[in-house]
């Protein structure tokens, strides 16, 4: 089936420090990868996306890349800030052409000043 | 252009009752999915519209249910309540079937007593 594993949180991190956040999936043929980032009180926000092997998606200084031979897409960041604080899910979207989301458990990063 | 709203967004209900939440779509967005988002399980997909037809289906109870209008907006219904119904229900519209990109609203947190 399909499936998101995603690294439990919570993640605290002071500002200005390196994120990483793992994710790794399970599915049939080449799926769409996300990452959504949820502020308290908000729905989803979609961050950035990769659609196919080795595309890298990018977006606020956030990236990601697929990596098909170790079926990841791990988040990144070079310096967080106080606003990044928030949870971020990772999520797929498979090629059979309907909208539904697969999504990881979800990640709350916490950046202090 | 207005995002997708959701209303109400918050809700009160009692064991056995019913409820409906609506979700207007970003004009011109055909596509309308809707998700249960719990601290147990997570983001889990319900169900997608498009163009007034139910195109996929999560695993969930009859229970829910949900239909599009011929305007896009679309309605779920949950019959019965239980008190496992409490959680936030997240609608989420994209222009066409299939699209990569899915943008969410903000919520109904529906709270069962």
């Known amino acids: 089936g399909n499936s998101v594993t995603q690294m439990e949180g919570p993640v605290t991190l002071s500002e200005e420090a390196f994120l990483t956040i793992n994710c790794t999936y399970t599915a049939t043929g080449y799926p769409s990868l996300f990452w959504y980032v949820q502020y308290p009180g908000e729905g989803l926000q979609l961050l950035l996306k990769?659609?196919?092997?080795?595309d890298k998606g990018s977006n606020k200084g956030f990236e990601a890349t697929y990596r098909k031979e170790t079926t990841s897409f791990h988040l990144e960041k070079g310096s967080v800030q106080v606003s990044d604080s928030a949870v971020y899910f990772c999520?797929?979207?498979?090629?059979?052409?309907?909208?539904?989301?697969?999504f990881g458990t979800g990640t709350r990063l916490t950046v202090i000043p | 252009k207005a995002g997708v709203t959701q209303t109400p967004r918050y809700l009160i209900k009692t064991r056995g009752q019913q409820v409906t939440l609506s979700c207007s779509p970003i004009s011109g967005h055909r596509s309308v999915s809707w998700y249960q988002q719990t601290p147990g399980q997570g983001l889990q997909f319900l169900f997608e519209y498009f163009s007034e037809t139910q195109r996929n289906k999560g695993n969930f109870p009859g229970r829910f249910s949900g239909r599009q209008f011929s305007n896009s907006r679309s309605e779920m219904n949950v019959s019965t309540l239980e008190l496992g119904d409490s959680a936030l229900y997240l609608c989420?519209?994209?222009?066409?079937?299939?699209?990569?990109?899915?943008?969410f609203g903000p919520g109904t947190r529906l709270t069962v007593l």
């Open positions: 999520a797929l979207r498979t090629q059979t052409g309907a909208n539904n989301l697969f």
């Open positions: 990769a659609t196919k092997a080795d």
């Open positions: 989420a519209s994209s222009p066409v079937a299939a699209a990569d990109t899915q943008y």
